[in-house]
């Protein structure tokens, strides 16, 4: 079955970096978008970067230049790399893809951005 499976968040001070993964399986990850979103409390989920099988990516303009979206398909692997960390990017990171039209997620790994 479908599975994305995210690691590396944590606690890092405003200006600090994170790199985030998700590990996917049961589908064949070449063909497929994968996109990260992230959520706070009593927020929507918000989509904030996007991979398509080309490598061809697109961020929402809250992380535009700071956070960047990779791939590696040999490992079946999401990244997110995050720079320039500040409060307002403290949630909990989902890795997502669609699969004939079905949403799959993450179970998600928290990022707090605090002194």
């Known amino acids: 079955q479908v599975q994305l499976v995210e690691s590396g968040g944590g606690l890092v001070q405003p200006g600090g970096s994170l790199r985030l993964s998700c590990v996917a399986s049961?589908?064949?990850?070449?063909?497929?978008?994968m996109r990260w979103y992230r959520q706070i409390p009593e927020k929507e989920r918000e989509w904030i970067a996007l991979i398509d099988a080309v490598a061809s990516t697109n961020y929402a303009d809250s992380v535009k230049g700071r956070f960047t979206i990779a791939r590696d398909n040999a490992k079946n692997t999401l990244y997110l790399e995050m720079n320039n960390l500040k409060a307002e990017d403290q949630a909990v990171y989902y890795c997502?893809?669609?699969?004939?039209?079905?949403?799959?997620w993450g179970q998600g790994t928290q990022v707090i951005v605090s002194e």
């Open positions: 997502q893809t669609a699969i004939r039209s079905r949403d799959y």
């Open positions: 049961g589908f064949t990850f070449t063909l497929n978008t």
